[in-house]
T-cell receptor, first 116, second 115 residues
Framework: GAVVSQHPSRVICKSGTSVKIECRSLDFQATTMFWYRQFPKKSLMLMATSNEGSKATYEQGVEKDKFLINHASLTLSTLTVTSAHPEDSSFYIC????????????FGPGTRLTVL | AQSVTQLGSHVSVSEGALVLLRCNYSSSVPPYLFWYVQYPNQGLQLLLK??????LVKGINGFEAEFKKSETSFHLTKPSAHMSDAAEYFC?????????????FGQGTILTVHP
């Protein structure tokens, strides 16, 4: 149980285009979803926290107009990287949590974004 | 505010040897502590967690960790390393309560296992 999927697993796009990444909780309804960014050989940095039906809360230094997060349902959150640039290339990981499942996040497999 | 420090970005052991990955944390409230493992180009898998209760926590794949409040530590150990343990390991802290779920990660420790 508590499986989280991400789609796509890899995406390559041209500079200036927008890319959408989906995060789904497959077998539970997630109270909260989190988006992380992982640079090569670095730790995970929390980008934003989103609750279903409300606006995402972004961490300091994360551009909310650049990284659009939508959490339309209890099983789906999307991260859209708008007007992507090569410096946005990274590994993006989502996680989902539910209070009744304890203070634990369940992580997706990640999405490797490469911007040319 | 919380923070996590993992001592040693790389640890190398021989197969069959003891694995010890160090983690120290700072938290203004009682912490929830986690160890995750990450294989290349994959997401994170939970190894074990401490929330309340017994301070020695056993996880998957033979790993365990002990919460020591006086030392603000949560070191990860495994008595005998296996080749399949080679991966990157992350320690994380969550404040729980009203900060439910928000994790702060350490820098990660890459474990190499030699035959």
């Amino acid at each position: 149980g508590a499986v989280v999927s991400q789609h796509p697993s890899r995406v390559i796009c041209k500079s200036g285009t927008s890319v959408k990444i989906e995060c789904r909780s497959l077998d539970f309804q997630a109270t909260t979803m989190f988006w992380y960014r992982q640079f090569p050989k670095k730790s995970l940095m929390l980008m934003a926290t989103s609750n279903e039906g409300s606006k995402a809360t972004y961490e300091q230094g994360v551009e909310k107009d650049k990284f659009l997060i939508n959490h339309a349902s209890l099983t789906l959150s999307t991260l859209t990287v708008t007007s992507a640039h090569p410096e946005d290339s990274s590994f993006y990981i989502c996680s989902a949590g539910k209070l009744t499942l304890g203070n634990e996040q369940f992580f997706g497999p990640g999405t490797r974004l490469t911007v040319l | 505010a919380q923070s996590v420090t993992q001592l040693g970005s790389h640890v190398s052991v021989s197969e069959g040897a003891l694995v010890l990955l160090r983690c120290n944390y700072s938290s203004s409230v009682p912490p929830y502590l986690f160890w995750y493992v990450q294989y290349p180009n994959q997401g994170l898998q939970l190894l074990l967690k401490y929330t309340t209760g017994a301070t020695l926590v056993k996880g998957i794949n033979g790993f365990e960790a002990e919460f020591k409040k006086s030392e603000t530590s949560f070191h990860l150990t495994k008595p005998s390393a296996h080749m399949s343990d080679a991966a990157e390991y992350f320690c994380a802290v969550s404040a729980g309560g009203t900060s439910y779920g928000k994790l702060t990660f350490g820098q990660g420790t890459i474990l190499t296992v030699h035959p």
